[in-house]
Each structure stands twice: as C-alpha cells, then as structure tokens.
C-alpha cells in the first residue's frame, strides 16, 4: 500500500481488519480506504487539489462549494 500524500510504500501488509491506514514516512493518518482512492485518482493521471474538495458529479478536480 501507498501513502497518497507522500508515495512512501509501506513496508508491511496491513491485515483486512486493519481499517486505519499510517505512513511511517510522513505520519499521515487516513481511513484505508481513503487512502487507497485518493492513490488511485492520482495514477489515473488526476491531480485534485485534495480528493475530500471533490463532490460526485463534479468534474475531478473542481472544488466543492
């Protein structure tokens, strides 16, 4: 798994019932899955400015009001 703030991969496999996602590297503190949408927006060639400013419907990347 990786940080979606820093990138760092983590080292270790975090078990299914491990809900709460650490970095090691830059202390960031997420939901898991959280952490995993935000990864998965910027490798699919999106940058928002933060992925919690983005309401569904928008385009990605625009900010919620």
Known sequence: M???KCGART???LELSQR???CD???????????S???MVVRAGFNPAGV????PG???GTQAA
């Open 20 to 22: 709460t996602y650490f």
């Open 11 to 13: 080292k270790h496999c």
């Open 58 to 60: 928008c385009p990605l």
């Open 25 to 35: 590297v830059c202390g960031l503190v997420s939901s898991r899955d959280k952490n």
């Open 2 to 4: 990786d940080c979606s």
């Open 37 to 39: 949408a935000a990864v």
């Open 52 to 55: 919690d400013g983005i309401r």
